[in-house]
């Protein structure tokens, strides 16, 4: 699905019983979120909150630069990543996972990003001690 129609999905007030309805049907171990974008509400946010206690059995996990939702309560099963850019300004959530997105040619601090979220396996099951990093392209 395009991203416009699923931004639509996401604001019909059926989206919280049909994304249970899904992953309860599909089973799948571990969902990313968001391929691109964040949480563009708190009542989007919550929503997925939701979803991610119907589903226990399934890992949620999704980058964020939205530093509110990092001091909300939040299922096990549903780990935020802040995502840090060159321009962030201030310091990362203190207690969560971080990923940096940095220059060209520099290193950033932890691990590199392997590149394939379906392989790697690390961010799903982030910690307050996990960095991940990349460069920017």
Known sequence: ASRASNLAHSQRDGFISDMVEQFRSKRPAIVRIH?????YSRAYFDAWRAIAKACPDTRFFAFSK???IFRLVRPANFVLIFSRFPDTKGASPKGDATFSAVPKGETGIGQRCAG???ACG???FATGETHVWTEMH
Do not use: K, L, T
Not at 35 to 39: N, P, Q, R
């Open 35 to 39: 391929e691109a974008g964040d949480f």
């Open 66 to 68: 939205v530093r509110s």
């Open 116 to 118: 394939g979220c379906d």
């Open 122 to 124: 690390i961010c799903p």
